[in-house]
């Protein structure tokens, strides 16, 4: 509760992309993690290891084997839904890491040979650093509404974890409606959402809200950043999110390495295809 209210001091005084990077590097001098972190100069994959501010930034913690860990989990998590549904991350052509922060899952695609594996982020930073650090992805930056610069069509699979978490209802269904543009027909969509599991976490009218089916936005001023919080009934996503979409499966509190997320996956309805495209900067 005092976290909330504090959020909300900071939204109203318009200091939260400062506050969060505050939280972010004080959070990153944490000494605990410091002394892990020391056994971690390189990791296992031979990639290098982002800052602790980044580390803070995408997992919500400065430690490094957390941060692995986390990534083989949720990329053994998307290997595991799409064989159970028939597809292979091989066979995709090209794939879209969407919200891909420092690379946490975009760095266990190394031995994909025949798959292009591309990655984007609000925060250009961390973008940045993928380019930088992760030699077989190709990144960039967008805004935080769409459009984004990739050609209609392009990807056999976009998955974005952890990200629908952090925007308001709008921007969500704005970029439900640009990935319909960047998939083809049957092409996939993986999200992992806030769902029934947050249910204690909400006040009475946010509860109320969510299961009436709604969903359910916290500090929508801060969309896009952590502060931001969204969660997701079932009843919701089946009927308003993904209305362009089937659903081709539904794990509750399946995303590992995202835990206690929901897990689901999507296939995009055939459709009239809206032509937007615009420069990634
Ligand atoms: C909690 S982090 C998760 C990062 C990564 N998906 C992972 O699982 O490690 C959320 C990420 O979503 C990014 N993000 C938020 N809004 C976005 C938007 N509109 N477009 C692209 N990325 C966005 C943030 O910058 C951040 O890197």
């Known amino acids: 509760m005092l976290i909330e209210r504090l959020g909300s001091v900071v939204e109203t005084l318009h200091l939260h992309s400062f506050a969060l990077s505050v939280y972010q590097r004080v959070g990153a001098l944490n000494i605990r993690s410091y002394l892990r972190n020391r056994g971690f100069r390189e990791a296992p994959d031979g990639l290098a290891i982002p ?3 980044m580390l803070m930034a995408v997992a919500g913690s ?4 957390a941060f692995l860990d ?8 998307i290997r595991d839904i ?9 066979d995709l052509g090209a794939i879209l890491d969407f919200g891909c922060g420092c690379g946490r899952v975009l760095r266990f695609w190394k031995e994909l040979r025949r798959t292009e594996i591309h990655g984007a982020d609000y925060n250009a930073r961390l973008a940045q650093w993928c380019r930088n650090n992760i030699p077989f992805v190709r990144v960039g930056s967008n805004e935080l509404m769409p459009p984004v610069a990739y050609p209609d ?3 056999g699979l976009i998955y974005a974890l952890s990200v629908f978490t952090h925007l308001p209802e709008h921007v969500q269904m704005a970029w439900m409606s640009e990935f319909r543009r960047i998939l083809p027909s049957g092409g996939l969509l993986l999200l992992s959402l ?7 976490r909400l006040h009475e ?11 359910v936005t916290r500090h929508s001023r801060s969309a896009g950043m952590n502060l931001c919080c969204a969660f997701h009934p079932e009843d919701w996503v089946r009927k308003k999110l993904a209305m362009d979409f089937e659903v081709v499966d539904f794990v509750p509190e399946g995303a590992l390495g995202n835990p206690r997320q929901d897990l689901w996956l999507f296939r995009r309805k055939p459709g009239v295809l809206p032509r937007t495209y615009l420069p990634l900067h």
């Not at 806030?194 to 204690?200: E, F, K, N, Q, V």
């Not at 009218?205 to 969903?215: H, V, Y």
């Open 62 to 65: 400065a430690e490094a084997g």
């Open 205 to 215: 009218a946010e509860r109320r809200r969510f299961l009436d089916g709604q969903a």
């Open 70 to 77: 986390g990534g083989r989990k949720a990329a053994q998590s």
């Open 153 to 155: 069509a392009m990807f």
């Open 82 to 90: 799409l064989r159970r549904n028939g597809s292979q991350m091989e």
């Open 194 to 200: 806030h769902g029934a599991h947050y249910l204690p």
């Open 51 to 53: 800052p602790a501010w």
